[in-house]
């Protein structure tokens, strides 16, 4: 252990501390000790301190005896003369940073100097954090890297964070090299900022750092399903963070005192720190994995190593195309004057189609363009476009077609540069202008494709082969059949129910985050993130069968009414840590399904109104349980069981099996106005077979009240059927 890094550390744990202690002081002046501080829409408090202490913060009081601990384990500054044998005191002043660095950054909102001007994000909501979560549950991210500092240019700024995005990894912007952040840099490159693209600028200000571990510490809570009450929890936050949470520190350019301080609070949650200058190292392992701190690595190597020193397995895909290539681009965005080419939308007539043929139908790798190129199309001009991809394989099935070609989406947005969207005859596709004078081509398209399907399917998927038409005459020409196909893939679909099959698939992706959760996932009733249905949970148990999908035979019914099965129920028995005994897919009072924190929305129970209320990720005023998306989905998530509240997929909402031991959609009270709209006409066929023709009107949204009270009145108006249902409690 080094003597100059406890120092260091120390020494800026002492001048944070200091400033936060100024700020609150200044804070209870002009407030009081009862004046509200709080992050925007979070329902934990100041997390760190929470995940910490327990200490449900919302007033400066509260502040106060955050602070009082801090100060109660701030090592004195050591003796330079003196050898410090142990990391202890390093550890407890990094500590003492977070929490001062909390404090600073939330009276920040407090004092309306807020941290979210120009492209600052500050601090990150709940919703984002769940959102995000999925990704690192899925393994699209495999971690994060929280960079502190600025590189000394600009284009080795963008080059090392490019290098994080093709790897997949989250990327956190903090503090400031000589008054520059790494996301002044970016900024000043044009680089595409924001959740989206995997870069996520929090602040210029050293202590916008804990932004990072704050989010690590809720990742915790989240996911983890950890409730934050004294010292073993915070421990076991601790240690769920140094054993699935993969983050790093990257340290740029001098690293004063104050950085040493957060490097150490990193260390804390068994984040190692890799500096590109020369400070002392810290290398047995111990708190992390392997090494603490290492310097100084040449930049060009400083993700490498990162990647090595955690511990994280990544890969980057090579893919023979002209443009970076990677989940961080998936969710960037084309603009008007940056697009080089439209392609379908309401530019021109286009379709994609997957089809399985037999083995000697294909001949592996061809892509052929039939039609003008990309390069020919006039600048800021639409092409005519049907790509048609044929597929053998022995173990492809035609049920599999559509579930693989939902998948073209992802695979070209991942090009830097394309802006894919829709599906079928419904896609919409932008070039920038950039990927085209890279040399971006439509059989670049047909080469991803190919790559990715081989790739991530390769036990259903022995060959492919791509064919692009850009003619209109072709593409008009061949679109009817492509419409058939689609029609009749459709009506398949629909003939699907839970009677008609005996094996249901489990989702066990989530158990990563959440140990005790598994989705199961039937014809009906689709996993509750809404990204896996049945037939996926098909394809993927057969690609994968170690995967973290299992085909779960139905065995003796139960209760059909409830939908139980003693397979299901010995299943989720076994696979939940034996915390779920029993299982009723179709209801949401009697040993209801359990929710991750991944849910598109969230049912829950109205007894005033003797029904339910549904409400979307993404709507963030109240409802009338009382409750905003967010604190609901803390009472919610973390894989358990929770009577009268669930986690659902949208399209479950219009499903026959929709809580329909509780009598279904009849019993839906309100829902959000977004919810009713994207939903409408499946509401409308549901309620008409209901014999409730105008259930859609009778049910009430935001636009209508967010008071149970109200509520009740206006359900009594409109004669809604749950009023005369059997109660519910
Ligand atoms: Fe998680 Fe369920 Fe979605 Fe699987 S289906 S990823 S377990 S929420
Ligand atoms: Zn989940």
């Known amino acids: 252990m080094s003597k100059i890094i406890a120092t260091r550390a120390i020494r800026g744990a002492h001048k944070i501390m200091e400033r936060a202690k100024g700020e609150l002081a200044r804070a209870q002046e002009s407030g009081g000790r009862d004046m509200a501080v709080s992050f925007p829409d979070t329902n934990y408090y100041l997390p760190f301190a929470y995940a910490m202490l327990g200490i449900k913060a919302s007033r400066v009081g509260d502040l ?21 044998p142990y990391l202890g005191p390093t550890l407890d002043a990094g500590m003492a940073t977070l929490f001062a660095e909390e404090i600073i950054e939330v009276l920040k909102y407090a004092g309306g100097d807020s941290p979210t001007r120009d492209y600052w994000v500050g601090f990150t909501t709940d919703a984002i954090l769940r959102e995000q979560g999925i990704k690192l549950v899925d393994g699209r991210m495999p971690g994060f890297a929280a960079i502190v500092g600025a590189a000394p240019t600009t284009e080795e700024a963008v080059r090392i964070v490019r290098e994080l995005q093709e790897r997949r990894i989250l990327v956190f912007m903090s503090a400031a090299t000589d008054g520059k952040c790494i996301a002044d840099q970016l900024n000043e490159a044009g680089v595409q900022m924001g959740w989206d693209t995997f870069l996520v600028p929090h602040g210029r200000d050293i202590s916008s750092t804990v932004y990072a571990l704050n989010f690590a510490s809720r990742a915790a809570m989240t996911f983890g399903g950890i409730t934050p009450k004294g010292m073993k929890e915070a421990r076991d936050i601790l240690l769920y963070n140094k054993n699935r949470v993969h983050a790093f520190v990257l340290a740029l350019g001098e690293v004063d005192d104050e950085k040493h301080a957060n490097a150490a609070g990193a260390i804390n949650f068994g984040f190692p720190a890799i500096a590109d200058t020369d400070i002392d190292q810290i290398l047995p392992t111990g708190v992390c994995r392997y090494e603490h ?47 080089g080419c439209e392609i379908g939308g309401k530019y021109s007539k286009a379709f994609e189609l997957l089809r399985l043929k037999k083995a000697d139908e294909v001949e592996n790798g061809k892509v052929e363009v039939i039609g003008p190129e990309l390069d020919k199309v006039p600048d800021g001009g639409a092409s005519a ?5 044929d597929v053998a394989g022995r173990k492809m099935q035609p049920d599999f077609e559509s579930v693989l070609e939902r998948r073209f989406h992802t695979f070209l947005s991942e090009a830097m540069g394309i802006m894919h969207t829709g599906q079928r005859d419904m896609v919409w596709i932008r070039v920038s202008k950039e990927a085209r004078s890279s040399g971006l081509l439509f059989k670049h398209f047909g080469v991803i494709i190919h790559s990715k399907l081989l790739r991530e399917f390769p036990s259903i998927v022995d060959k492919v082969q791509a064919r692009i038409y850009t003619k209109e005459e072709d593409v008009l020409k061949l679109l009817p059949e492509a419409q058939k196909v689609f029609a009749e893939r459709d009506t398949r679909l629909a003939g699907l ?39 996926d949970g098909k394809a993927a148990s057969e690609i994968n069968p170690q995967g973290g999908n299992e085909p779960v035979a139905k065995g003796e019914c139960m209760d059909i009414t409830k939908g139980q099965w003693r397979g299901i129920n010995e299943y989720m028995y076994s696979k939940s840590e034996k915390s779920v005994e029993a299982l009723n897919l179709y209801s949401i009072i009697d040993a209801p399904s359990t929710s991750c924190g991944c849910f598109e929305c969230i049912i829950a129970l109205i007894p005033e109104a003797n029904g339910f209320m549904i409400v979307n990720r993404g709507y963030s005023a109240m409802t009338p349980c009382g409750m905003k998306f967010t604190v609901l989905a803390g009472s919610v998530g973390g894989g358990s069981q ?33 919810l009713k709209d994207a939903l409408a006409d499946g509401i409308r066929t549901r309620a008409r077979e209901l014999g409730e023709p105008d259930l859609l009107d009778k049910i009430a949204d935001e636009t209508i009240t967010t008071d149970a009270q109200e509520l009740a009145a206006y359900l009594a108006k409109v004669k809604h059927p749950a009023l005369t249902m059997p109660p519910l409690m």
């Open 64 to 84: 106060i005896e955050i602070m009082d601990y801090a100060k109660s384990i701030l090592p004195k500054i050591p003796d330079e003369k003196v050898w410090l």
């Open 293 to 339: 701190v290492v310097s100084p690595v040449p930049r060009e190597k400083m993700v490498d190593r990162a990647i090595e020193v955690r511990g994280l397995k990544v890969t980057v895909e090579k893919i023979d195309i002209p443009v970076p290539y990677g989940p961080a681009f998936e969710g960037e965005r084309v603009r008007k004057p940056q697009t």
């Open 385 to 389: 476009y049907a790509m048609i991809i």
């Open 497 to 535: 129910t839970d009677e008609s099959v005996d094996t249901f698939y489990s989702c066990k992706l989530c158990q990563s985050y959440a140990p005790k959760h598994v989705c199961i996932i039937s014809p009906e009733k689709l996993g509750l993130c809404g990204a896996y249905n049945w037939l």
């Open 642 to 674: 929770t009577p009268g509240f669930m986690g659902i997929g949208r399209l479950y909402v219009t499903s026959k099996k929709f809580i329909s031991a509780e009598g279904g959609l009849k019993r839906v009270v309100w829902m959000t106005k977004e």
